[in-house]
């Protein structure tokens, strides 16, 4: 019921976990009409502009509404420490107005044309976009074009958002245990690689945080060259692509600064933290380093690899039926949650994380143990034929069922491409899971899922207001 | 699309532009035991969306607070002799969907599938077991009520929880409302498989349910399946049953309080408000094109404006009507960091205060119909949404063209319906305020009533 009006970082979770329900193939049909299918409803257009901002459109006619989204290659990981959330804070400052549309002004024109609008941030990528009825795509579209180039950055505007920018960090991470964990676990488990900054930023860089840095920022980084726009919806791709060349056609391409590697140094031992934080509930993250589906695009592993560390993760996590929800939930009880995911589809590599929270009256080394005897089991005895097909049949399922939504289909493309996999992987991937054998999934445990390569950290709940608690129980 | 369609569905008829139109088709009928269906044909995509409702959500707990959510819960667990595991396993293995849950009037039995046939029909016949004949295993009962403390104890480290439950407590008083919808700890502790079958046997029956079905499957396949349903609601000896008794009119609070709640967290969570309207309130138009306005329109409403864009008060700040069966809460909301609450609330209040007063100006009110009107097709774009809407209509009885008039009936309020529906409605010296976070100051005494 409560509208979104927050604008908000990408729930970086929800997307890896929404990643294994999609993609194109209909397998389940005839293979004569998979061609066949695949050419109607999963053509992509796609051009580069002469500026060279990337351009994608997909039509779906469903409904006559279409989604615009304007991607950057932005975030967090091409972020220094000591300047960590600038790209969020930037994000907010881009609803502050242009030299033609004021302040204030943007959001009444967004309003009046019916559209929903926001943006995100994550580790790779700021995006923004408007959802809105098809015929009035090239309103917004002259709004997004507008603020790529012509920002103005007023100081009291600043002053005021990031103290904004502060709120919502308390909000989303401060005030919140288990977000706490996963913003100190980042910060250990990774040395080197940006993707230990957390997206929303250190609490001390906000405060330091200048207007100029966000001037500095969006001249470097908020050019043509630099973006990439998605469409989707009821529109006639041809159409799309003139307006963008229209709109954002009028920009020049801009050198871009280099971006380091900043490649992690190879871990060479566990790695425990603990926090002890005033809760009610014990939690435990736990990651190991794995390959990204960027390290087998780009040479690093084989190309089977990522896919089988998603499978993997699917297998101890992908529904009701998988093993953490059979053995450690139900069979066992000794987890009131669990999970496992595959953070495989980033700019850089990432780890494969397992969460759990104990049940009720269990002690956590109880529950890390059995977290931990799963991973063992995965290196030394073959997944089931049934586990296996599961899997691969909710992944054909999902494909389907993601496509429901014009929003995620074009949050799939953009992302995709921004982070450097390109929007063609959507055809790899559910021919990528469906390759993937038991012994595939064995082989990357034993060779990933080790300790050496582990990062592991516990809350430990410290007690609430005690006059708290007594109220709460009545 | 369609030539798959075809191909997959060679008798269906495939009805294609008709969504081109602005609202859904909405088909409605009864079955012979007395279940409400409503469907939509969507070829465009193989899926099919299911819901079947009952008014049985958690105003219906009495004093067994929690029973309806566990009920939910336990649903799969067990059903026709299959264990939770093999249940589970012939959703996941066709990749259908399984989910139920409950809020306060309604609770719901959900399910997504594929409509090619083996996935369809495999998931079709374990979603009709599950409806027939739960069997509510006690190993696994005990286990969810552990898993349900745990839960339990998760809301009491979430400020934002905290002020919730407080919210609805002090709001509804001794009305079923006030029931918190997880139990408590001594609730849960009480629960027997016993209280699930005599709920479930009570209220998931023909005539308390209503069935919508949404996706790539003809007129004469939903009747299939509702009829399969409605059959399996009959099972067990239940017959059709009744609909359940009216839910009470929700009395208004007769004065302001506050309720504060310390809490050692960075920001202060506010909630202020009252009893707000229903479905199908004579008012829920113009309260719903006012509020748009005031904090229901994200960076446009008075109270973002005032609150975040102009003061950086808050990240969030909004307003709306929650409209249920009966009264469901108006509130205010927002979260700041703790020095700053005095000064936040006082401007929230002014902003609604005034708002209350005077309405919204012409040219505000221009501006929401314009929000409305214009994204209107945005909502039933997809299945997910449709099949929302249809649930909706059907579980509140709202008219079946509902979505056909709803742009009309927005753009034909007045800013005097407006004015005049905030001015009977809301009642600004009668509001509740709930405020966690903070150290314990002075309690006041309006805490304890």
Same mark, same amino acid.
């Given at each position: 019921?409560?509208?979104?009006?927050?604008?908000?970082?990408?729930?970086?979770?929800?997307?890896?976990?929404?990643?294994?329900?999609?993609?194109?193939?209909?397998?389940?049909?005839?293979?004569?009409?998979?061609?066949?299918?695949?050419?109607?409803?999963?053509?992509?257009?796609?051009?580069?502009?002469?500026?060279?901002?990337?351009?994608?459109?997909?039509? /779906?006619?469903?409904?006559?509404?279409?989604?615009i989204?304007?991607?950057?290659?932005?975030?967090?990981?091409?972020?220094?420490?000591?300047?960590?959330?600038?790209?969020?804070?930037?994000?907010?400052?881009?609803?502050?107005?242009?030299?033609?549309?004021?302040?204030?002004?943007?959001?009444?024109m967004v309003?009046a044309i019916?559209a929903?609008?926001?943006?995100?941030?994550?580790?790779?990528?700021?995006?923004?976009?408007e959802?809105l009825?098809?015929d009035q795509l090239e309103a917004a579209m002259e709004i997004e074009?507008?603020?790529?180039?012509?920002?103005?950055? /007023?100081?009291?505007?600043?002053?005021?958002?990031?103290?904004?920018?502060?709120?919502?960090?308390?909000?989303?991470?401060?005030?919140?245990?288990?977000?706490?964990?996963?913003?100190?676990?980042?910060?250990?488990?990774?040395?080197?690689?940006?993707?230990?900054?957390?997206?929303?930023?250190?609490?001390? &860089?906000?405060?330091?945080?200048?207007?100029?840095?966000?001037?500095?920022?969006?001249?470097?980084?908020?050019?043509?060259?630099?973006?990439?726009?998605?469409?989707?919806?009821?529109?006639?791709?041809?159409?799309?692509?003139?307006?963008?060349?229209?709109?954002?056609?009028?920009?020049?391409?801009?050198?871009?600064?280099?971006?380091?590697?900043?490649?992690?140094?190879?871990?060479?031992?566990?790695?425990?933290?603990?926090?002890?934080?005033?809760?009610?509930?014990?939690?435990?993250?736990?990651?190991?380093?794995? %390959?990204?589906? $960027?390290?087998?695009?780009?040479?690093?592993? &084989?190309?089977?690899?990522?896919?089988?560390?998603?499978?993997?993760?699917?297998?101890?996590?992908?529904? &009701?039926?998988?093993?953490?929800?059979?053995?450690?939930?139900?069979?066992?009880?000794?987890?009131?949650?669990?999970?496992?995911?595959?953070?495989?589809?980033?700019?850089?590599?990432?780890?494969?994380? $397992?969460?759990?929270?104990?049940?009720?009256?269990?002690?956590?080394?109880?529950?890390?143990?059995?977290?931990?005897?799963?991973?063992?089991?995965?290196?030394?005895?073959?997944?089931?034929?049934?586990?296996?097909?599961?899997?691969?049949?909710?992944?054909?399922?999902?494909?389907?069922?993601?496509?429901?939504?014009?929003?995620?289909?074009?949050?799939?493309?953009?992302?995709?491409?921004?982070?450097?996999?390109?929007?063609?992987?959507? &055809?790899?991937?559910?021919?990528?899971?469906?390759?993937?054998?038991?012994?595939?999934?064995? /082989?990357?445990?034993?060779?990933?899922?080790?300790?050496?390569?582990?990062?592991?950290?516990?809350?430990? %709940?410290?007690?609430?207001?005690?006059?708290? /608690?007594?109220?709460?129980?009545? | 699309?369609?030539?798959?369609?075809?191909?997959?569905?060679?008798?269906?008829?495939?009805?294609?532009?008709?969504?081109?139109?602005?609202?859904?088709?909405?088909?409605?009928?009864?079955?012979?035991?007395?279940?409400?269906?409503?469907?939509?044909?969507?070829?465009?995509?193989?899926?099919?969306?299911?819901?079947?409702?009952?008014?049985?959500?958690?105003?219906?707990?009495?004093?067994?607070?929690?029973?309806?959510?566990?009920?939910?819960?336990?649903?799969?667990?067990?059903?026709?002799?299959?264990?939770?595991?093999?249940?589970?396993?012939?959703?996941?293995?066709?990749?259908?969907?399984?989910?139920?849950?409950? #809020?306060?009037?309604?609770?719901?039995?959900?399910?997504?599938?594929?409509?090619?046939?083996?996935?369809?029909?495999?998931?079709?016949?374990?979603?009709?077991?599950?409806?027939?004949?739960?069997?509510?295993?006690?190993?696994?009962?005990?286990?969810?009520?552990?898993?349900?403390?745990?839960?339990?104890?998760?809301?009491?480290?979430?400020?934002?929880?905290?002020?919730?439950?407080?919210?609805?407590?002090?709001?509804?008083?001794?009305?079923?409302?006030?029931?918190?919808?997880?139990?408590?700890?001594?609730?849960?502790?009480?629960?027997?498989?016993?209280?699930?079958?005599?709920?479930?046997?009570?209220?998931?029956?023909?005539?308390?349910?209503?069935?919508?079905?949404?996706?790539?499957?003809?007129?004469?396949? #939903?009747?299939?399946?509702?009829?399969?349903?409605?059959? #399996?609601?009959?099972?067990?000896?239940?017959?059709?049953?009744?609909?359940?008794?009216?839910?009470?009119?929700?009395?208004?609070?007769?004065?302001?309080?506050?309720?504060?709640?310390?809490?050692?967290?960075?920001?202060?969570?506010? *909630?202020?408000?009252?009893?707000?309207?229903?479905?199908?309130?004579?008012?829920?138009?113009?309260?719903?094109?006012?509020?748009?306005?005031?904090?229901?329109?994200?960076?446009?409403?008075?109270?973002?404006?005032?609150?975040?864009?102009?003061?950086?008060?808050?990240?969030?700040?909004?307003?709306?009507?929650?409209? *249920?069966?009966?009264?469901?809460?108006?509130?205010?909301?927002?979260?700041?960091?703790?020095?700053?609450?005095?000064?936040?609330?006082?401007?929230?209040?002014?902003?609604?205060?005034?708002?209350?007063?005077?309405?919204?100006?012409?040219?505000?009110?221009?501006?929401?119909?314009?929000?409305?009107?214009?994204?209107?097709?945005?909502?039933?774009?997809?299945?997910?949404?449709?099949?929302?809407?249809?649930? *909706?209509?059907?579980?509140?009885?709202?008219?079946?063209?509902?979505?056909?008039?709803?742009?009309?009936?927005?753009?034909?309020?007045?800013?005097?319906?407006?004015?005049?529906?905030?001015?009977?409605?809301?009642?600004?010296?009668?509001?509740?305020?709930?405020?966690?976070?903070?150290?314990?100051?002075?309690?006041?005494? #309006?805490?304890?009533?």
């Amino acid at each position: 019921m409560k509208q979104n009006q927050n604008r908000s970082l990408s729930p970086v979770g929800l997307f890896r976990r929404s990643f294994l329900i999609m993609t194109m193939s209909m397998f389940i049909f005839s293979v004569a009409t998979a061609e066949e299918v695949k050419n109607k409803t999963s053509k992509v257009y796609e051009t580069v502009l002469e500026n060279g901002m990337k351009v994608l459109v997909k039509q /779906d006619k469903r409904a006559p509404v279409a989604v615009i989204q304007v991607w950057y290659k932005i975030g967090t990981s091409y972020e220094h420490e000591g300047i960590t959330g600038l790209s969020h804070a930037l994000e907010h400052m881009m609803f502050k107005g242009t030299k033609k549309h004021k302040s204030g002004e943007f959001e009444k024109m967004v309003s009046a044309i019916g559209a929903r609008n926001n943006a995100f941030t994550s580790q790779d990528y700021t995006a923004y976009y408007e959802v809105l009825a098809a015929d009035q795509l090239e309103a917004a579209m002259e709004i997004e074009a507008d603020r790529m180039r012509n920002l103005v950055f /007023d100081p009291a505007e600043f002053k005021k958002e990031i103290e904004v920018v502060k709120e919502e960090r308390r909000w989303r991470t401060d005030d919140k245990p288990t977000s706490l964990l996963r913003e100190q676990f980042n910060a250990v488990a990774f040395l080197n690689s940006p993707y230990r900054a957390p997206v929303i930023g250190w609490m001390v &860089d906000l405060e330091g945080m200048k207007l100029e840095d966000a001037i500095d920022w969006y001249r470097k980084w908020y050019t043509p060259n630099n973006a990439t726009l998605v469409v989707v919806g009821d529109v006639d791709p041809e159409k799309v692509i003139a307006m963008a060349k229209k709109y954002f056609g009028v920009y020049k391409s801009n050198p871009l600064p280099e971006v380091k590697l900043r490649t992690e140094v190879e871990q060479k031992g566990v790695r425990n933290i603990v926090l002890k934080l005033p809760a009610k509930l014990s939690n435990l993250r736990m990651g190991f380093k794995t %390959p990204g589906m $960027i390290s087998a695009k780009n040479g690093k592993v &084989d190309k089977w690899e990522p896919y089988a560390l998603e499978v993997l993760a699917n297998i101890l996590d992908g529904g &009701d039926s998988a093993r953490f929800a059979k053995n450690l939930i139900r069979g066992k009880s000794i987890a009131a949650g669990a999970g496992a995911g595959y953070y495989g589809y980033g700019r850089l590599p990432n780890m494969m994380v $397992i969460t759990g929270t104990p049940a009720k009256d269990i002690a956590m080394s109880v529950l890390k143990k059995a977290l931990l005897d799963e991973i063992e089991i995965l290196k030394t005895e073959l997944v089931s034929d049934s586990e296996l097909k599961r899997v691969k049949a909710q992944v054909i399922a999902g494909e389907v069922f993601e496509r429901d939504s014009i929003q995620h289909m074009a949050t799939l493309l953009g992302s995709l491409e921004t982070v450097g996999l390109g929007h063609q992987y959507m &055809d790899e991937y559910v021919p990528g899971v469906l390759a993937v054998t038991a012994e595939q999934i064995k /082989d990357v445990a034993k060779k990933y899922l080790i300790e050496e390569h582990l990062t592991v950290a516990e809350l430990i %709940p410290l007690p609430l207001n005690e006059s708290n /608690d007594k109220k709460e129980a009545k | 699309m369609k030539n798959l369609l075809r191909i997959v569905f060679v008798t269906m008829i495939v009805v294609s532009n008709q969504l081109a139109s602005a609202a859904p088709k909405i088909e409605h009928w009864v079955t012979d035991s007395g279940l409400r269906v409503y469907y939509v044909n969507v070829p465009e995509l193989p899926i099919l969306d299911a819901r079947l409702t009952f008014a049985a959500g958690s105003a219906y707990d009495g004093d067994k607070a929690g029973l309806s959510g566990m009920l939910s819960g336990m649903l799969d667990k067990g059903a026709a002799g299959l264990n939770a595991d093999q249940i589970a396993e012939a959703f996941e293995s066709v990749g259908a969907k399984f989910s139920a849950g409950s #809020a306060r009037d309604m609770s719901w039995i959900n399910l997504r599938t594929l409509t090619l046939e083996e996935q369809m029909l495999s998931a079709l016949y374990i979603w009709q077991k599950v409806i027939e004949k739960p069997d509510f295993p006690d190993v696994d009962f005990e286990r969810l009520k552990k898993q349900a403390l745990v839960g339990l104890q998760a809301e009491k480290q979430n400020p934002s929880s905290i002020a919730s439950k407080a919210f609805y407590k002090n709001l509804y008083g001794d009305h079923p409302y006030a029931t918190p919808k997880n139990g408590t700890e001594k609730t849960i502790g009480t629960l027997t498989t016993k209280d699930l079958k005599d709920f479930f046997k009570k209220y998931y029956v023909n005539k308390n349910g209503q069935l919508a079905l949404v996706g790539a499957i003809s007129k004469q396949q #939903a009747e299939v399946i509702a009829n399969k349903i409605s059959k #399996a609601l009959l099972n067990g000896g239940k017959g059709e049953g009744n609909k359940a008794v009216a839910i009470p009119e929700v009395k208004p609070l007769t004065e302001a309080k506050t309720v504060r709640i310390p809490f050692p967290s960075t920001q202060a969570h506010v *909630m202020i408000g009252q009893p707000g309207n229903k479905r199908g309130d004579k008012d829920y138009f113009s309260l719903y094109l006012g509020n748009h306005g005031l904090g229901g329109s994200g960076f446009t409403s008075r109270l973002m404006k005032e609150v975040r864009v102009k003061r950086g008060l808050s990240y969030s700040v909004y307003s709306y009507f929650i409209p *249920m069966q009966e009264n469901g809460p108006f509130m205010v909301g927002l979260q700041t960091k703790i020095s700053q609450t005095d000064e936040a609330i006082k401007v929230a209040r002014e902003v609604l205060e005034k708002f209350q007063k005077e309405g919204p100006t012409e040219e505000d009110l221009k501006a929401s119909k314009l929000n409305i009107t214009g994204g209107f097709p945005l909502r039933t774009a997809s299945n997910d949404d449709i099949i929302g809407y249809i649930a *909706m209509i059907g579980f509140y009885g709202l008219p079946l063209d509902y979505l056909n008039t709803f742009t009309d009936t927005v753009e034909n309020i007045s800013r005097d319906q407006v004015v005049d529906a905030f001015k009977r409605r809301i009642h600004l010296d009668k509001m509740l305020t709930v405020i966690v976070g903070g150290k314990a100051v002075n309690e006041e005494k #309006a805490t304890e009533k």
